[in-house]
């Protein structure tokens, strides 16, 4: 077998992996399994699995995740990884780029996104208390430098539910791009609310499987 053989059949075998996603027009209010929901603007795009519900994480982009991304989701804090952190390794396992043919039912080849990985640490730069749908939480400024020396800024928000860490960030290049689409995202986080997945109660059966 050859080499481009084994590459063609590993991606293929990690894109059967994670729940088949696409880019599509953003419809409004989306709902996600992990427990919350929240409203993205008109005339981007949105990573998902659903037009207004989706499995795990969502993110959203309009000119292509490489120039701005709004994600949010829910995530079980580990240990003492700051949340902020937590927020960014959680978005940075998100499938942001796919194959143009990407669509239901088919696998996406999964490529490394550009702003996905630094080449410097994360440095906070501004950190505040802030609600997020309501309950006590943060708003953490933080930016680091790419693999290819683009400077990069996120804001995450987020709030600490039991062990779970609520979350909703914005990430751009820090020249131009940030500034253009920061107060989109504090509205998609003014409409971020958290709806816990019910519990069992005692004596009801859980899901099979």
């Given at each position: ?72 989701g829910a995530t079980n804090l580990a240990g003492a990884t700051p949340p902020e952190v937590a927020a960014l390794l959680a978005w940075q396992k998100l499938p942001l780029y796919t194959s143009g043919e990407s669509a239901p039912r088919k696998a996406a080849l999964l490529v490394a996104g550009t702003l996905g990985g ?92």
């Amino acid at each position: 077998m050859t080499r481009r053989a084994v590459l063609v059949g590993l991606v293929l075998g990690l894109a059967a992996c994670v729940p088949t996603r696409y880019w599509q027009p953003a419809a409004g209010p989306i709902r996600s399994s992990d427990g919350f929901s929240l409203v993205l603007p008109a005339g981007w795009m949105v990573l998902a699995t659903g037009t207004v519900t989706t499995n795990g994480a969502v993110a959203a982009s309009r000119d292509g995740p490489g120039l701005q991304c709004i994600a949010a989701g829910a995530t079980n804090l580990a240990g003492a990884t700051p949340p902020e952190v937590a927020a960014l390794l959680a978005w940075q396992k998100l499938p942001l780029y796919t194959s143009g043919e990407s669509a239901p039912r088919k696998a996406a080849l999964l490529v490394a996104g550009t702003l996905g990985g630094e080449a410097t640490p994360p440095e906070v730069t501004a950190s505040a208390a802030a609600d997020l749908s309501g309950r006590p939480g943060f708003r953490t400024e933080v930016a680091w430098n790419d693999p290819t020396g683009l400077r990069v800024r996120a804001v995450v928000r987020g709030a600490l539910v039991g062990p779970r860490l609520y979350w909703v960030l914005y990430v751009a290049p820090a020249r131009h791009y940030f500034e253009l689409d920061l107060a989109t995202f504090e509205e998609v986080a003014r409409s971020f609310r958290i709806e816990p997945v019910p519990t069992k109660t005692p004596g009801e059966a859980g899901p099979q499987g």
